[in-house]
């Protein structure tokens, strides 16, 4: 593995990491940023441009109360401007309906084509295979306050140099 190859697993890797930061903190633009402008993104009941995936997920994550997507096992091969990647991903989701609290989880993967277009890596065709689900009824232990969904979020504070 060479210098290159490593800076671009690297970069490529930022950006998997950036998606879920941008759809957590309800974050577009970050996300639109992910995806190259002709991508294309199938998460079954969506099926689209990447960009629009993003400003259809943050608009549907406003029904939550709170969110999280965690990204682990990340594969990568690169060759040259090219690269596909397979993620696997957790997002979990807390809603309320009437007094009761429920929260979704999904085990998914991210299966990704990847190009460098101009030194930027970005997504052209993102599939994303749910391999389960769940939902239960939970009691929040706390109400926390400082996490935000948007940039007075504490981390862009320590993100913004």
């Not at 993102?126 to 939970?138: A, H, L, T």
């Not at 926390?144 to 993100?159: E, F, I, K, T, V």
Request: glycine content about 6%; overall charge neutral; aromatic content about 12%.
């Amino acid at each position: 593995m060479n210098n290159q190859d490593i800076a671009d697993r690297l970069a490529i890797t930022d950006q998997i990491y950036r998606y879920c930061r941008s759809v957590d903190r309800l974050d577009v633009p970050l996300g639109h940023r992910v995806f190259h402008l002709d991508s294309y993104a199938d998460f079954g009941s969506y099926k689209g441009s990447g960009r629009g995936w993003i400003d259809y997920i943050c608009k549907e994550h406003l029904k939550f109360l709170h969110h999280s997507h965690q990204v682990t096992n990340v594969i990568i091969e690169t060759a040259g401007v090219r690269a596909g990647s397979e993620s696997y991903v957790t997002a979990t989701l807390r809603s309320r309906e009437g007094e009761k609290v429920l929260q979704r989880q999904f085990w998914a993967r991210y299966v990704d084509a990847w190009s460098r277009r101009d030194g930027l890596w970005a997504i052209d065709k993102r599939e994303c295979v749910i391999d389960f689900d769940s939902v239960s009824e939970v009691t929040a232990i706390n109400e926390y306050g400082r996490s935000r969904r948007d940039a007075s979020d504490p981390s862009y504070g320590a993100l913004s140099f």
